[in-house]
């Protein structure tokens, strides 16, 4: 099995920073990506951030320039580092790992920390 720990989430105000860590462990191999995903109520969850296994990095537009995505797969950790943030990014943020497996990708979640920006 796969565990995926999340910390670093809680209340900013707007243009406020965070910075938020996942650390993986288990079976973890094989993993092609590792990433952030976000769900504000009543929405569904959505891309934040990404990082593939040859270290190239996706962002979701409305965060480009102000969200930074990093970390070390073969160390099964990730971190993301929020900045100027906004009302809008209140959310919880869900830790994801992608592994590669004979019938596919296999998404691995995170348990979530809350995001709380005030305006």
């Known amino acids: 099995q796969v565990q995926l720990v999340e910390s670093g989430g809680g209340l900013v105000q707007a243009g406020g920073s965070l910075r938020l860590s996942c650390a993986a462990s288990g079976s973890i191999f094989s993993v092609n990506a590792m990433g952030w995903y976000r769900q504000a109520p009543g929405k569904q969850r959505e891309l934040v951030a990404t990082i593939a296994s040859d270290r190239n990095t996706n962002y979701a537009d409305s965060v480009k320039g102000r969200f930074t995505i990093s970390g070390d797969i073969v160390k099964n950790t990730v971190y993301l580092q929020m900045n100027s943030l906004k009302p809008e990014d209140t959310a919880v943020y869900y830790c994801?790992?992608?592994?590669?497996?004979?019938?596919?990708?296999?998404?691995?979640w995170g348990q979530g920390t809350q995001v709380t920006v005030s305006s």
């Open positions: 994801n790992v992608k592994r590669r497996s004979p019938w596919g990708l296999i998404d691995y």
